[in-house]
């Protein structure tokens, strides 16, 4: 079975901290796709990054981070210098390679970011 | 890039009123949709997958007769919430995936339906 675990429910910083999102996944595919998104408070989702399970490199965007380590099963998620934009909840999600595979999110970790 | 127009953004209604909600990728075909639902606070659960021309595969505890699913083109499929309550009041957002059965397209989400019964 597919699964995904955020462990942290919530997390608060103040503005300009570094924050890490954990996210630890379980699935007995061998190719595989991990997500990371974004729901502001409006709803909708905001697609961050999709990675395939075959290329474990480290990818940086602007203030984002992700640290794939498929040997810990993780696909962590690093915002740094934090702003108050950032306060959202934070979803991972993972699916398979087939356009049949729904995607299994986490509960979501819920960033404040405070001024 | 691809988009999934969700419609509508907000309903309001009574309760035993059934209500329609349509999801549609705009600049791609899609033979497989999925829609989930969002309690307040909690993640994306996956109600059922939409499979056009043939009958939706619901996840387990969903009620087919309540949530009818229709995907009658490769562009369109819709979400009906019969005789609706207030337990399902709830946030509900589409998803469509590119390509065929080992597509690598990612899935593109509908901005969500935020579904109020009174």
């Known amino acids: 079975a597919q699964k995904v675990t955020q462990a942290q429910t919530e997390i608060s910083v103040v503005e300009k901290e570094d924050v890490t999102l954990d996210c630890v996944y379980e699935?007995?595919?061998?190719?595989?796709?991990l997500f990371w998104y974004k729901q502001p408070p409006s709803g909708e989702l905001v697609f961050l990054i999709r990675?395939?399970?075959?290329?474990?490199q480290n990818e940086i965007s602007g203030r984002y981070s992700w640290n794939f380590q498929k040997s810990t099963s993780s696909f962590n998620f690093t915002i740094t210098a934090s702003q108050v934009v950032d306060s959202a909840v934070y979803f991972c999600a993972l699916s398979g390679r087939q356009a049949g595979t729904a995607l299994i999110f986490g509960k979501g970790t819920t960033l404040s970011v405070s001024s | 890039g691809a988009v999934v127009s969700q419609h509508p953004s907000w309903v309001i209604c009574k309760s035993g009123t059934s209500v329609k909600i349509e999801c549609r990728s705009l600049?791609?075909?899609?033979?497989?949709m999925f829609w989930y639902r969002q309690f307040p606070k909690q993640s994306l659960m996956l109600m059922a997958t939409?499979?056009?021309?043939?009958?939706?595969?619901?996840e387990q505890g969903v009620e087919k007769d309540k949530f009818l699913i229709n995907h009658a083109s490769l562009t369109l499929s819709t979400l009906t919430v019969t005789s609706a309550h207030p337990e399902d009041s709830s946030f509900y957002i589409c998803?469509?995936?590119?390509?065929?059965?080992?597509?690598?397209?990612?899935?593109?989400f509908g901005d969500g339906t935020r579904l109020s019964i009174l």
């Open positions: 990675r395939n399970s075959f290329d474990e």
């Open positions: 939409s499979n056009e021309g043939s009958k939706a595969t619901y």
């Open positions: 998803s469509a995936r590119p390509g065929t059965t080992y597509s690598n397209q990612p899935q593109h």
């Open positions: 699935t007995r595919d061998t190719t595989y796709y």
């Open positions: 600049d791609f075909q899609a033979t497989t």
